[in-house]
């Protein structure tokens, strides 16, 4: 099992457009793509929200080879979507994550 791991702090001026668009548009396209499993959807407690909450999106892969079909295919669309529509009101990154053996 991975998990590709998003964290994404959201300006406070866009964070109800951006809620809206994450569950009806992004989230679902993501799963559309067929190589996640599962997801879940995380708000950061106990952190400086002053600026706008941070959450965190993580999607669950069962083989890294659907990953790597993600980034390849999938990845640098879906940023430059996010990017076109919401500028500079979220600042993200991403981590796969992998089982320790």
């Given amino acids: 099992m991975y998990i ?4 994404i702090k959201v300006d406070n001026d866009i964070l109800h457009e951006w809620m809206q668009w ?3 548009e ?8 067929k190589l996640f499993d599962d997801y879940k959807f995380f708000r950061l407690l106990d952190v400086d929200d002053s600026e706008g909450p941070t959450f965190v999106i993580q999607y669950y892969i069962s083989v ?7 980034i390849q ?6 940023r430059e979507k996010a990017l076109k529509k ?9 981590t ?6």
Avoid: C
């Fill in 64 to 70: 890294k080879d659907n990953y790597d079909q993600y």
């Fill in 73 to 78: 295919k999938f990845a640098l669309a879906f």
């Fill in 22 to 24: 994450q569950r009806e």
């Fill in 86 to 94: 919401w500028s500079d009101g979220f600042i993200a990154f991403r």
């Fill in 96 to 101: 796969l994550l992998g089982p320790v053996q």
């Fill in 26 to 33: 992004h989230i679902p396209d993501m799963m559309d793509t």
């Fill in 4 to 7: 590709y791991n998003i964290t």
